[in-house]
Nanobody
Framework: QVQLVESGGGLVQAGGSLRLSCAAS????????MGWFRQAPGKEREFVSV???????IYADSVKGRFTISRDSRKNTVYLEMSSLKPEDTAVYYC?????????????????WGQGTQVTVSS
């Protein structure tokens, strides 16, 4: 089993920055794909970004150029650096882990999920 705990959310003004962290415990996730999703009220869970164990990265078009995903395998932690934040980025952000060969943007592909951290961007 893998437990994921997100942190770093909060309230920020438009144009500001935040860094989210996701710490994994239990089994190592060194060979897992680690993803970030978000869910705004009344909307479906939305793919944000994923990083594989080799460091390959994929971003949703809506965050490309503004968000950066990274991982520290020694710390079993994945990060999401968010800059130039917009009000439409407001959501609960979830960390997820899985061993995925295709469709990395599909939530059902991931085996483990964190509890989420709230990000609110004010205009």
């Amino acid at each position: 089993q893998v437990q994921l705990v997100e942190s770093g959310g909060g309230l920020v003004q438009a144009g500001g920055s935040l860094r989210l962290s996701c710490a994994a415990s239990g089994r190592t996730v060194i060979r897992h794909d680690m993803g970030w999703f978000r869910q705004a009220p009344g909307k479906e869970r939305e793919f944000v970004s994923v990083i594989n164990w080799l460091g390959g990265r994929i971003y949703a078009d809506s965050v490309k150029g503004r968000f950066t995903i990274s991982r520290d395998s020694r710390k079993n932690t994945v990060y999401l650096e968010m800059s130039s934040l917009k009000p439409e980025d407001t959501a609960v952000y979830y960390c997820a882990a899985g061993s995925i060969t295709a469709d990395v943007a599909r939530p059902f592909k991931y085996d483990y999920w964190g509890q989420g951290t709230q990000v609110t961007v004010s205009s």
